[in-house]
Every structure is written in C-alpha cells, then in structure tokens.
C-alpha cells in the first residue's frame, strides 16, 4: 500500500475519498479509469483504511477509523510540507 502514497496523485485521491464515497464518480473527479482505482481501492481495503461496499454494480467506499487516523496524518504532513515550503520562499 505505501507505494500508493509515495505521489501526490494519491494523496489526492485519499482526500478526495473523505467527500466522494461513490467509487464511479471518484474515479472521475480523480481522473483514473475504473480498472486504476478498482486496484488502488482492493489495496486500501486489504489494509484497512476503507472498506467497498458492493450493492448491485453499485461500489461505494466507507473509511474506517483506520482510515480517518491516516488522513489526520496525511494532513498534517501536508502542513509540515506546506510550511516549509513557505519557509523555502523567505529565504
């Protein structure tokens, strides 16, 4: 799963995952084919952070405790990432 999180494409897409819970339109609004976040989504389930359900062809993603733990992460990281960069820009 870490090498998901390794590009700011995939941050993206877990924040994203936080408003968008319909696995169609998520790919959309993320700009990946289905088959791409199918994937992405089977890994992030294996490890907890989301869990598909699966109504009819209908796929929609709940984010676990888990999940929302890492996303209280990843955003404070972006913080961090965002602070220094500002810091970079005074020097």
């Known amino acids: 799963m870490y090498r998901f999180f390794l590009s700011k494409r995939y941050v993206n897409l877990f924040f994203t995952m936080q408003k968008e819970k319909n696995i169609h339109q998520l790919s959309r609004k993320v700009d990946m084919t289905s088959a791409h976040l199918s994937?992405?989504?089977d890994q992030l389930e294996k490890e907890g952070l989301i869990i598909k359900n699966r109504k009819?062809?209908?796929?929609s993603i709940e984010i676990t405790d888990l999940g929302k733990?890492?996303?209280e992460i990843l955003l404070d990281f972006d913080a961090?990432?965002?602070k220094l960069k500002s810091n970079k820009k005074e020097d």
Not at 56 to 59: D, L, M, N, P, S
Request: avoid cysteine; aromatic fraction near 8%; proline fraction near 0%.
């Open 39 to 41: 994937i992405v989504t």
């Open 56 to 59: 009819g062809r209908e796929v």
């Open 69 to 71: 733990q890492f996303n």
């Open 80 to 82: 961090l990432a965002n």
